[in-house]
C-alpha cells in the first residue's frame, strides 16, 4: 500500500531566508504524481506545485522548488526568500496515475511552517 | 470566478443526530471529490464523482454515510446517525476532469463538524 511520510510536524524560518519541507513516500508503481499543497489558517488548501515521477526535472513555481528523488522515494520543498504569507500548514500527496475506477490519493499528516518577522 | 463553495461552514449537533454538507462545484468542472480531514491529519478522500456517477467510493463508510451529486453540479454528503469520531472538517474539491491524472484540484473552505 502506499504511504506518504512527513517526519516533521513544524518547522520556523525567518523571513528572507530559504526552509526546506521534507516528505517521503513508499509505492510499487513507477509512474505516479506528488504533490505539495498549502493550507493557510482559512483552510482553503491550494496547489503549490506538483512533480510527474517521468520527469526527471524537478518541477519549480517562482519560489518553491522540488527536489524529487525517485530513487529514494523523497519529495522535498524548498521556499526560497519565506514571506510572512507563506505561514501555513503544508502537505505533501501522492497520486497514481489510473484514470479510472479507484485510485490512490494520499496525503501526509502535514507540516506546519511558521515565518519569523 | 468563484471558486467552490461549501456550507454550513460550521456545525454542532449531538450523537445521532443526522447532518448534511453541501458542495458547489466551479462552474464546468465534471469531477467532485469529498475528503475528511481529522484534527491534525491530512485529507482522506471519501468519494469521487465524475459527473452525476460516483466511480470511487471505496472510502466511503457507507452503513451511515451517503452522498450524491444530481445533475452532475451540486453535491450533499450526509451522515445518519453521526457519531463522536466524526468530528472532523468535510473538505469538497473539484477538478475540470480526469482527462489529466496531475491536474489540479480546487478545493472548498471545508465545514468544521463537532459531535458532541
Known amino acids: 500500500a502506499q504511504t506518504v511520510t512527513q517526519s516533521q510536524p513544524e518547522m520556523s524560518v525567518q523571513e528572507a531566508e530559504t526552509v526546506t519541507l521534507s516528505c517521503t513516500y513508499d509505492?510499487?508503481?513507477?509512474?505516479?504524481?506528488l504533490f505539495w499543497y498549502k493550507q493557510p489558517p482559512s483552510r482553503q488548501m491550494i496547489l503549490v506545485i506538483r512533480?510527474?515521477?517521468?520527469?526527471?526535472q524537478n518541477a519549480t513555481e517562482n519560489r518553491f522548488s522540488v527536489n524529487f528523488q525517485k530513487a529514494a522515494k523523497s519529495f522535498s520543498l524548498k521556499i526560497s526568500d519565506s514571506q510572512l504569507g507563506d505561514a501555513a500548514m503544508y502537505f505533501c500527496?501522492?497520486?497514481?496515475?489510473?484514470?479510472?475506477?479507484?485510485?490512490?490519493?494520499?496525503f501526509g499528516t502535514g507540516t506546519r511552517l511558521k515565518v519569523l518577522a | 470566478e468563484a471558486g467552490v463553495v461549501q456550507s454550513p461552514r460550521y456545525k454542532i449537533i449531538e450523537k445521532k443526530q443526522p447532518v448534511a454538507f453541501w458542495c458547489n462545484p466551479i462552474s464546468g468542472h465534471n469531477t467532485l471529490y469529498w475528503y475528511r480531514q481529522n484534527l491534525g491529519q491530512g485529507p482522506e478522500l471519501l468519494i469521487r464523482?465524475?459527473?452525476?456517477?460516483?466511480?470511487?467510493d471505496s472510502q466511503l463508510p457507507k452503513d451511515r454515510f451517503s452522498a450524491e451529486r444530481l445533475k452532475g453540479v451540486d453535491s450533499t454528503l450526509k451522515i445518519q446517525p453521526a457519531e463522536l469520531g466524526d468530528s472532523a472538517v468535510y473538505l469538497c474539491?473539484?477538478?475540470?476532469?480526469?482527462?489529466?491524472?496531475?491536474?489540479?484540484?480546487?478545493f472548498g473552505p471545508g465545514t468544521r463538524l463537532l459531535v458532541l
Open positions: 512533480q510527474e515521477a517521468y520527469k526527471q
Open positions: 509505492t510499487s508503481e513507477s509512474d505516479y504524481y
Open positions: 464523482y465524475e459527473n452525476e456517477e460516483a466511480v470511487d
Open positions: 474539491a473539484s477538478s475540470l476532469g480526469m482527462v489529466r491524472a496531475g491536474e489540479t484540484q480546487y
Open positions: 500527496a501522492y497520486r497514481s496515475t489510473s484514470t479510472s475506477g479507484t485510485y490512490k490519493y494520499i
